[in-house]
């Protein structure tokens, strides 16, 4: 497997306040990760190249002008448990007769009450599933792989320098690593990584790359397909 950095230096190294929504969601995820046992190894083939995930947003960018990342999420760090019970395949299915053309599935069990059993239910739409959590650790890869998930969110402002590394690993995975970007001082990480999927955390927008990250804006000219709020 890809050698990645220990998570405890990742989590200590973010330069966040200790009392940011990111950073104490990544010190509980830091805690879940000491309870799991060392991550298997890989069981699906190597990704190369476009996926599903990357492909079905192409399509529907191409075909309607945007695509849309539709985002099963029941509470969150800032909101509290803001929408708790919402029935997860009822609101898939709305999201899918809605024009969805791919899911954002929470995974992070503590501030945002995401589950895995999430992740592998949605697998019965047939629409594509990012793992979105707080990767800092090969066995949150193993996870997203486990639950079938087709892409996987690597945030560039916890990973740094370490996203290519990362972006390699969720590859190794059968994964699509789909790289966030907080501000245009993280494009470095996604050119380094070659991300074909660089996501803009602040206009909630998301830029298809025709094969790695290029300079200036995260995405210049390319069609991009907006997340679902």
């Not at 695509?67 to 919402?86: C, D, N, R």
């Not at 995974?107 to 239910?121: M, S």
């Not at 789909?178 to 927008?205: I, K, M, P």
Request: overall charge neutral; some cysteine; hydrophobic content about 45%.
């Amino acid at each position: 497997m890809i050698q990645l950095p220990d998570p405890a230096s990742l989590v200590q190294g973010t330069g966040l306040s200790s009392s940011s929504h990111l950073q104490r969601v990544l010190v509980s995820e830091l805690a879940r990760l000491a309870e799991l046992p060392a991550a298997p190894a890989p069981r699906r083939s190597p990704h190369v190249g476009p996926g599903p995930f990357e492909a079905a947003l192409r399509r529907d960018a191409e075909a309607r002008g945007g695509a849309v990342i539709a985002e099963y999420k029941q509470a969150s760090p800032s909101l509290g448990p803001f929408a708790m019970g919402t029935p997860l395949l009822a609101q898939l299915r709305a999201y899918v007769e809605g024009g969805a053309s791919a899911f954002s599935i929470l995974a992070e069990p503590a501030y945002f009450r995401g589950a895995l059993e999430h992740l592998r239910a949605a697998a019965d739409f047939r629409v594509p599933r990012l793992y979105k959590g707080f990767v800092i650790s090969e066995a949150q890869l193993a996870e997203a792989e486990s639950a079938g998930a087709e892409a996987v969110l690597l945030i560039a402002r916890v990973l740094k320098t370490h996203t290519s590394a990362f972006s390699e690993a969720a590859r190794a995975r059968g994964l699509e690593p789909l790289v966030e970007l907080h501000n245009l001082t993280e494009v470095g990480f996604a050119q380094a990584a070659e991300a074909r999927l660089v996501g803009d955390q602040c206009a909630g927008s998301l830029h298809l790359q025709p094969g790695r990250a290029h300079g200036g804006t995260p995405a210049p000219g390319l069609p991009g397909s907006r997340a679902h709020p």
